[in-house]
């Protein structure tokens, strides 16, 4: 069946009173996604069918987003919402606790097979609090205590950043949209092995793209890599702020410097997502050099595409500064 975008909002308003009717009869599902990266390989299990909506887009970071009254509505309309989870998108906590009824949330951290790891912490690596504040205020004002603080806040979010991982959330993405719209079931499971397929050779081909700059001692802005640095046995040793809300004072400051100095970082890597003036701060006059690191793809149209750019963005960065090229 054709989609007709002309028809879109009648259609809405006429499910809206008709819910309980048979979704497989649907022209189209309405999927909304989080993040850039969950939008891409979403749109990538979709393609043909229909195209997802995507919540955080441009330079936002979801670590203090704010749904604007559109996308508040647009969740409500939705069949199905992919997000990571709690501990990234806090903000979705609450519009879909209130949607649970009509909306599928599909959190993708737990999705089956996903390799997931702790936040870091002592060392150079501080325990980090994404979410986990909003977190702990959502729960708070709602009371709601479904999802256990502690595994909240000990579960390090970024899981995208491994295409392993991502392949983990392509069979949860095909698994949940073939049961929303059983009519377009094939479609989904052809593209979603077509994407797996992909993400496999992106995996050797990063994997053979980073490892001659293996060694090299580097710091990010904030602790998102660990998926990455563990995929690719990278020497990652430090995060420049603590929490990506907070911004490091004077004695932090000072405290990466003598970090750098003293394990010889290369490279220091800002975020488009926060201000690149504290980076320069720290490795003003010194012989480390600057590189960006973009975990969410701000500049890189949404779509198919984007989650492969996004990957080989990082490992495009990371191997340009470490190698000194
Ligand atoms: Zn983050």
């Given at each position: 069946?054709?989609?007709?975008?002309?028809?879109?909002?009648?259609?809405?308003?006429?499910?809206?009173?008709?819910?309980?009717?048979?979704?497989?009869?649907?022209?189209?599902?309405?999927?909304?996604?989080?993040?850039?990266?969950?939008?891409?390989?979403?749109?990538?299990?979709?393609q043909g069918v229909g195209e997802p909506l995507l919540l955080v887009s441009g330079g936002a970071s979801p670590h203090d987003y704010s749904l604007k009254p559109s996308e508040a509505r647009a969740i409500n309309q939705a069949h199905v919402v992919?997000?990571?989870?709690?501990?990234?998108?806090?903000?979705?906590?609450?519009?879909?606790?209130?949607?649970?009824?009509?909306?599928?949330?599909?959190?993708?951290?737990?999705?089956?097979?996903?390799?997931?790891?702790?936040?870091?912490?002592?060392?150079?690596?501080?325990?980090?609090?994404?979410?986990?504040?909003?977190?702990?205020?959502?729960?708070?004002?709602?009371?709601?205590?479904?999802?256990?603080?502690?595994?909240?806040?000990?579960?390090?979010?970024?899981?995208?950043?491994?295409?392993?991982?991502?392949?983990?959330?392509?069979?949860?993405?095909?698994?949940?949209?073939?049961?929303?719209?059983?009519?377009?079931?094939?479609?989904?499971?052809?593209?979603?092995?077509?994407?797996?397929?992909?993400?496999?050779?992106?995996?050797?081909?990063?994997?053979?793209?980073?490892?001659?700059?293996?060694?090299?001692?580097?710091?990010?802005?904030?602790?998102?890599?660990?998926?990455?640095?563990?995929?690719?046995?990278?020497?990652?040793?430090?995060?420049?702020?603590?929490?990506?809300?907070?911004?490091?004072?004077?004695?932090?400051?000072?405290e990466i410097q003598a970090r750098i100095r003293d394990l010889q970082a290369r490279c220091v890597f800002s975020e488009p997502q926060f201000q690149p003036a504290l980076v320069e701060t720290i490795i003003a006059g010194g012989p480390v050099r600057?590189?960006?690191?973009?975990?969410?793809?701000?500049?890189?149209?949404?779509?198919?595409?984007?989650?492969?750019?996004?990957?080989?963005?990082?490992?495009?960065?990371?191997?340009?500064?470490?190698?000194?090229?």
């Amino acid at each position: 069946m054709q989609f007709n975008p002309m028809g879109s909002g009648v259609l809405k308003k006429l499910l809206g009173g008709l819910l309980l009717l048979p979704l497989m009869a649907l022209a189209q599902p309405q999927v909304a996604a989080s993040i850039k990266p969950v939008h891409s390989l979403v749109s990538g299990v979709m393609q043909g069918v229909g195209e997802p909506l995507l919540l955080v887009s441009g330079g936002a970071s979801p670590h203090d987003y704010s749904l604007k009254p559109s996308e508040a509505r647009a969740i409500n309309q939705a069949h199905v919402v992919f997000w990571i989870g709690p501990e990234l998108e806090s903000f979705l906590l609450r519009p879909l606790d209130n949607a649970k009824n009509q909306v599928r949330a599909v959190a993708l951290l737990d999705a089956p097979g996903m390799k997931l790891l702790p936040l870091r912490e002592g060392g150079a690596w501080e325990p980090h609090s994404h979410g986990r504040d909003g977190h702990d205020r959502g729960q708070a004002a709602d009371g709601d205590d479904d999802h256990g603080r502690a595994r909240v806040a000990d579960r390090d979010a970024h899981v995208w950043l491994d295409p392993v991982n991502a392949m983990a959330m392509v069979h949860q993405i095909v698994a949940v949209l073939g049961e929303v719209d059983a009519a377009h079931r094939a479609d989904y499971q052809r593209n979603g092995a077509a994407l797996i397929e992909r993400l496999d050779q992106l995996n050797r081909q990063l994997a053979t793209e980073l490892a001659p700059v293996r060694e090299q001692p580097y710091l990010v802005f904030h602790d998102a890599y660990h998926y990455f640095e563990q995929r690719y046995d990278l020497n990652a040793i430090g995060s420049v702020v603590v929490s990506a809300e907070r911004r490091p004072g004077a004695k932090r400051v000072m405290e990466i410097q003598a970090r750098i100095r003293d394990l010889q970082a290369r490279c220091v890597f800002s975020e488009p997502q926060f201000q690149p003036a504290l980076v320069e701060t720290i490795i003003a006059g010194g012989p480390v050099r600057r590189g960006v690191l973009d975990p969410l793809g701000a500049e890189l149209p949404p779509g198919p595409d984007a989650y492969f750019q996004l990957l080989q963005g990082l490992a495009t960065s990371l191997r340009v500064c470490l190698s000194g090229a």
